[in-house]
């Protein structure tokens, strides 16, 4: 089944405590891409990746990182974590990223930051 | 002012009814509109997208462009509860590999 994962799905932790939410998907995409959804905002871009070892940032890359050693896996690491970093997180793919293709979503990851 | 604005609602119809969602965006060289459904809990799913200026019609739903006004309009005919969703507008903005999003309007389809 063609499918982005998303682990862990539901995380509390701390304030400073570094963190790794992992991403990975099953159909041979190019472009990956992490977003995080907050009430009233919407869903804005973390951090994107056209193709392994490319990565750039997106409108919210502050407190982030990311990395991009593998065609399927994107994960989104938090070095410090903060409370303004409580949000759901999610991680999407397409082929190449370009306009006529969709993004498929992974199912979401919410973190909690105390 | 944001760049996809979208009412936020709860915007409710009857069921059967017509549902009218709106979207406005500001950067005139987008080309790329997209709308996606989004259930509570859920990740976004995809519904529609369309380029050209006009109408784009799938099953109960259509999508309308007008570029020259900066709008973009989904309606859902025959409104189910099941329609009783989320819808995010999206834009491809400023080149191929930014999706902008508008925060979404709460649409609420009652029996």
């Known amino acids: 089944e063609a499918q982005v994962t998303q682990n862990p799905r539901y995380l509390i932790t701390v304030t400073g405590k570094k963190l790794t939410v992992t991403c990975s998907q099953n159909m041979n995409h190019e472009y990956m891409s992490w977003y995080r959804q907050d009430p009233g905002l919407g869903l804005r871009q973390i951090y994107y990746s056209m193709n392994v070892e490319v990565t750039d940032k997106g409108d919210v890359p502050e407190g982030y990182k990311v990395s991009r050693k593998e065609k399927r896996n994107f994960p989104l690491i938090l070095e410090s974590p903060s409370p303004n970093q409580t949000s759901l997180y999610f991680c999407?793919?397409?082929?190449?990223?370009?306009?006529?293709?969709?993004?498929?979503f992974g199912p979401g990851t919410r973190l909690l930051v105390l | 002012q944001k760049e996809v604005e979208q009412n936020s609602g709860p915007l409710s119809v009857p069921e059967g009814a017509i549902a009218s969602l709106n979207c406005t965006y500001s950067?005139?060289?987008?080309?790329?509109f997209f709308w996606y459904r989004q259930y509570s809990g859920k990740s976004p799913e995809l519904i529609m997208f369309i380029y050209s200026n006009g109408d784009k019609e799938d099953g109960r739903f259509t999508a309308q462009l007008n570029k020259a006004s900066q709008y973009v309009s989904l309606l859902i005919r025959d409104s189910q509860p099941s329609d009783s969703a989320t819808y995010l507008c999206a834009v491809l903005s400023g080149g191929y590999n930014k999706l902008i999003f508008g925060a979404g309007t709460r649409l609420a389809v009652h029996p």
């Open positions: 999407a793919s397409s082929f190449t990223g370009t306009s006529e293709e969709t993004q498929y």
């Open positions: 950067d005139r060289g987008s080309q790329s």
